[in-house]
């Protein structure tokens, strides 16, 4: 099972592309899934995302990823039919569901779904230090940028730990049972031991990257240089900006 918002090697499109234009890319996913609640807009957006994943080689990583944001993005849509109503009376019966509630349920999910896959698809194709030295271009001090770094390899790390410690567990003989209780029983035992060992650990990275002088090091890193690749990425978004503004205009 390979860890998520992990970087893969690889030589395609996205790989080649200079980090600066894809956190510009994320950047405008996320500006337009905000700004817009239009469900046909957003499932567009996120198919397209999709799409750009598997022809950059990461397509596995988002499928992935498609049954936990379905549990997810089910859950948005219940609660907010639950607590929502408004529009036409799709069902009427014990619950009432509502057209608003069904639409705005919907965009939640998929606004959801599309800033998830746009970030994995960032961090998937681009190099840690060439995503930290990016921000670092855009004016980020090293400390956040170190931290955004940390951040991320910690994310794999803390998946691998977390499977490890219940692979121990499980040697012992500890059985939480089945179904959402027992999820919920066999939670506990794993976070306490894997928090404790995240803190001991950040503060050995911590030494370690003053020891090493990471911050004066990405003062003086470049980001590579802007090719073809970089400019399909920008009509792409500059489409999916037009079609936003059609949208809006024709509201």
Known sequence: MQEIFQYRNGTGILHRMNPLTKIGGVTAVVVLAVLTADPLFLA??????????????????????????????????????????????????????????????????????????????????????????????????????????????????????????QEAQAARGFAPGTGIGGRVRGTVPVLVPLIANALGKAEVIGLTIDLRGLRHRLSTTGTGTFGRPDLLLAAGVSGLLACFLVLAFLA
């Not at 499928?63 to 549990?71: D, E, K, Y």
């Not at 994995?120 to 855009?138: C, D, E, M």
Request: hydrophobic share 60%; glycine share 10%.
């Open 44 to 165: 567009v957006m996120t198919i397209a995302i999709a799409f750009l994943g598997a022809i950059g080689g990461v397509g596995r990583d988002l499928a992935r990823q498609v049954p936990l944001l379905t549990f997810l993005g089910g859950f948005l849509v219940l609660i907010t039919v639950l607590t929502l109503q408004s529009g036409a009376v799709v069902l009427n019966g014990p619950i009432t569901v509502t057209a608003g509630a069904l639409s705005f349920g919907l965009a939640l999910a998929l606004r959801f779904c599309a800033m998830i896959f746009a970030f994995q698809i960032l961090v998937a194709t681009t190099l840690p230090t060439a995503l930290v030295s990016a921000l670092r271009r855009l004016g980020f001090p090293a400390d956040y940028a170190l931290m955004a770094l940390v951040a991320l390899r910690f994310i794999p790390h803390l998946q691998i730990e977390g499977r490890k410690i």
